[in-house]
C-alpha cells in the first residue's frame, strides 16, 4: 500500500473512473507492455475484486485470454462452496484452449467450487449450423445464463494483437482496418466510438446482453492496449475496469 500511496494510484483510479464514467477503477503498478508482473498483479486484483463482490446464487461469466487465465490461476482454492455458477462468456474463438472461455470458467469454477456449464460448440460452424444448435433446449439453458449474468468478466485486446491470435485471413484483416476496428472484446471488434464493427462467429454473449447483465467488468493492462480500452469501454456498458498504470496514464492522455 505503500507503493500505491507514492505513486499517487488511488488518484488515478478516481481521475479516470470520473473521466470514463466508470463505478470503479483499479490501477496496479507497471505497466505489462513491458513486464510480466504487471500482468499478475492485475489478475490478484481482480481475484480480490471477485472475492469481495461474488455472492451466492450469482452467475459469473468469463471470456478467455492470457489475462483471464492469469486471473483463474490468482483465486484460491476454496474449501467452502461458494454457490455461484461460472459459465464462458462465449465459445471458442478459434485460440488455444489455455487461452478459451471454457477452460477459463472450469479452471475459476473449480477453485471456487462453484457450478459451471460450458459452451462445447465449434466456433467455425456456418451461419444456419449455429443458428440450429444455438436454439437446442440444452444451448438455450446455457446462454440464457450467460445473458443474465450478474458479473461479466472480459478481457480486451487489440484489434490487431486479437486479428492475428485467431489467425483471420488477409480480407478479413482488411476489412478490420478499413472499418477502424482498434478493441476487441467477446469476439467483438470496436471502432474508437465504441462501435462493433466486426465480429467473430461464435455463440454467447452479445454486446446488447451487456444491458440485461449486472456488474459488466474489463480487465487488461498495458499501454499498448489503451485505445482498445477506450474503444470497448465507449460502448457505455462497462462499469469497472481493473488496469496498469501504462494503460491508465495513456488513456488519461488519450481523453
Ligand atoms: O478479448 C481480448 C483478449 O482475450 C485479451 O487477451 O489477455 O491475452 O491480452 P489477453
Known amino acids: 500500500d505503500l507503493v500505491r500511496e507514492l505513486r499517487g494510484l488511488a488518484d488515478v483510479e478516481q481521475r479516470l473512473a470520473r473521466r470514463l464514467g466508470l463505478q470503479r477503477v483499479i490501477v496496479v503498478p507497471g505497466d505489462?507492455?513491458?513486464d510480466d508482473t504487471s500482468k499478475k498483479e492485475i489478475a490478484r486484483a481482480t481475484a480480490r475484486f471477485l472475492k469481495e463482490v461474488l455472492r451466492e446464487g450469482q452467475v459469473l461469466a468469463v471470456t478467455?485470454?492470457?489475462t483471464l487465465a492469469e486471473v483463474?490461476?490468482?483465486l484460491p482454492e476454496e474449501s467452502v462452496p461458494l454457490g455461484i455458477t461460472v459459465?464462458?462468456?462465449r465459445g471458442g474463438l478459434g485460440e488455444d484452449v489455455e487461452l478459451q472461455a471454457n477452460t477459463i470458467a472450469a479452471e475459476i469454477a473449480r477453485r471456487l467450487r462453484a457450478n459451471y456449464r460450458l459452451l462445447h460448440v465449434p466456433d467455425d460452424l456456418p451461419e444456419e449450423a449455429v443458428e440450429t444448435v444455438a436454439s437446442q433446449p440444452q444451448v438455450r439453458e446455457i446462454l440464457d445464463l450467460i445473458r443474465r449474468a450478474d458479473i461479466v468478466l472480459h478481457g480486451v485486446g487489440t484489434a490487431e494483437e486479437m486479428a492475428r491470435r485467431r489467425r483471420l485471413g488477409p480480407a478479413e484483416t482488411a476489412r478490420l482496418?478499413?472499418?477502424g476496428a482498434v478493441g476487441e472484446a467477446f469476439g467483438y471488434y470496436f471502432n474508437r466510438q465504441g462501435q462493433p464493427v466486426y465480429q467473430t462467429a461464435s455463440f454467447g454473449l452479445r454486446v446488447e446482453d451487456l444491458a440485461h447483465c449486472g456488474q459488466v467488468v474489463v480487465v487488461g493492462g498495458g499501454r499498448s492496449k489503451a485505445e482498445a480500452a477506450l474503444a470497448v469501454i465507449s460502448t457505455g456498458y462497462q462499469d469497472v475496469l481493473i488496469t496498469d498504470e501504462g494503460l491508465a496514464w495513456r488513456v488519461l492522455e488519450l481523453t
Open 72 to 74: 483463474a490461476l490468482s
Open 177 to 179: 482496418r478499413e472499418r
Open 87 to 89: 459459465v464462458p462468456g
Open 32 to 34: 505489462a507492455d513491458v
Open 64 to 66: 478467455g485470454g492470457s
